[in-house]
């Protein structure tokens, strides 16, 4: 039972690397929803391991064993094990709980805040125009859907990039993107391996805001060109800020560029095979913490005295 | 883009891509400048009424220019919501994952790579 129950925590290590290779061989959007449930998946299957493993050592306490109606002392293998995998289960899930708790937190008050900026401000239509000398532009969900453009981005894009730039942000918008980021944010904090997907999520939803604006202006390199200017003058300007550490490989924004140079490539029916692999993984993940669950739930019933199921 | 479909797009997006082309010029606009700097082909006409209607919503001011009018955005007066937006990014590392951005920060490879596609492609 315990390692029916330790599948499901350890295949989220695997989707990394395979959810960084579906980009590549997906369309954006057939990607994104790939990528999401996929995440989905595999962070309901490594919570239920955890809190099923958790509940069993609950069980093993006489208190809680009373609370639950049981009659027996409840039997499961491996007894020496399962107390202290419990215990790590209970705290592993609290500090989920707390780290998710306060991004919760955090994320509404910034969306909140956003939104209060813009509607301080005259729209016209979506758009919204921020006075600043920073280039920034962001899709701003709610409603009405705005748009959100800095002064300094406009000035830094010419009239059709900037056109490239709005239509992007609203692929944003009519796609529903926020929700798909709040879901990869949301599955992030479950299991520390679904980190990197929650990061490939968010360039597959870029990539798909990418397209919906390429497809929308009809110029594929106008698209990559004002990404390339856009992201030039954004970070231009942020010498004086606080810089992360410089990424190994290529950064998210050069790979969306270099796909748009690329050319548009023909919609594929076949499913690839590595977003196969990765929903194989997370369809497992989910059949195991299930599997698992039953049982413990037969030994529950055994040990309340139940006989016959 | 022939005019003909330019014209059919909605209002709203209309009215934003006249907004940008005054905010980016940075001086006021005629209507037939406003014409010029969009990448689209708008009947000046059309550009006009768009001028007006969001002269009445409040967004642009006007003032007189020969025989019409220059048109110019309002400002945000002492720059409060610029400065509310930067408060809340220099806190918030987080912010990426709930508001879409375009573009995120680069490496200093990375911009070397975009000066790189950049160079390369028709300007």
Redesign the interface.
């Known amino acids: 039972m315990i390692t029916l129950l330790l599948v499901p925590l350890l295949l989220p290590w695997a989707a990394p690397a395979l959810a960084r290779r579906v980009p590549a061989r997906c369309s954006p959007v057939a990607a994104l929803w790939a990528l999401t449930v996929s995440a989905v998946l595999l962070a309901g299957g490594s919570v239920a391991a955890l809190g099923t493993l958790a509940l069993t050592g609950l069980l093993k306490i006489p208190a809680f064993a009373a609370l639950g109606d049981l009659v027996h002392p409840l039997h499961t293998p491996s007894e020496r094990v399962l107390l202290p995998l419990a215990a790590l289960a209970a705290g592993l899930l609290t500090l989920a709980a707390l780290t998710l708790g306060l991004?919760l937190v955090?994320?509404?008050?910034?969306?909140r805040?956003?939104r209060?900026?813009a509607d301080?401000?005259?729209?016209?239509?979506?758009?919204c125009?921020?006075?600043?000398p920073?280039p920034?532009?962001?899709?701003?969900p709610g409603r009405p859907h705005r748009?959100?453009?800095?002064?300094a981005?406009?000035?830094s894009?010419?009239?059709?990039e900037?056109?490239a730039?709005?239509a992007?942000?609203?692929a944003?918008n009519s796609g529903g993107?926020?929700w798909f980021?709040?879901v990869?944010?949301l599955t992030a904090h479950c299991h520390p391996a679904l980190r990197p997907v929650?990061d490939a999520i968010?360039l597959a939803?870029?990539r798909a805001?990418d397209e919906a604006a390429a497809g929308t202006v009809?110029d594929r390199?106008l698209t990559?060109?004002a990404?390339?200017?856009?992201?030039?003058a954004?970070?231009g300007r942020?010498a004086g800020?606080p810089?992360?550490t410089?990424?190994a490989t290529?950064?998210?924004?050069?790979q969306r560029?270099?796909a748009l140079?690329a050319p548009a490539r023909p919609a594929r029916r076949a499913v690839p095979w590595i977003a196969a692999l990765l929903a194989a993984c997370a369809v497992l993940s989910c059949a195991t913490a299930a599997t698992g669950a039953v049982r413990v739930h037969e030994d529950i019933e055994v040990a309340q005295g139940e006989t016959g199921g | 883009m022939t005019e003909a479909r330019d014209e059919r797009r909605p209002a709203g997006e209309l009215e934003a891509a006249v907004l940008a082309a005054l905010w980016a010029a940075g001086t006021p606009l005629t209507p037939a400048q406003v014409q010029a700097e969009l990448s689209s082909d708008l009947a000046r006409t059309t550009v006009t009424t768009i001028l007006s209607r969001l002269h009445e919503k409040g967004t642009l001011e006007r003032e007189r220019q020969g025989r019409g009018f220059a048109y110019r955005p309002i400002e945000d007066p002492h720059g409060l919501t610029a400065l509310r937006m930067h408060g809340e990014l220099d806190r918030d590392s987080d912010r990426a994952t709930v508001l879409a951005r375009f573009v995120d920060r680069l490496s200093p490879d990375d911009e070397e790579v975009l000066r790189q596609l950049l160079e390369d492609g028709p300007r």
């Open positions: 991004s955090r994320q509404s008050a910034g969306l805040n956003a209060a900026a301080r401000r005259p729209a016209a239509g979506d758009l125009v921020i006075d600043s920073r920034d532009a962001y899709a701003l748009i959100v453009v800095t002064t981005m406009l000035r894009l010419d009239a059709s900037r056109e730039l709005f992007h942000e609203r944003h993107h926020h980021l709040a990869a944010e929650r968010r939803v870029e805001a009809g390199r990559a060109r990404i390339a200017r856009a992201a030039l954004t970070n942020e800020r810089t992360v410089p990424a290529t950064g998210p924004v050069p560029v270099a140079m």
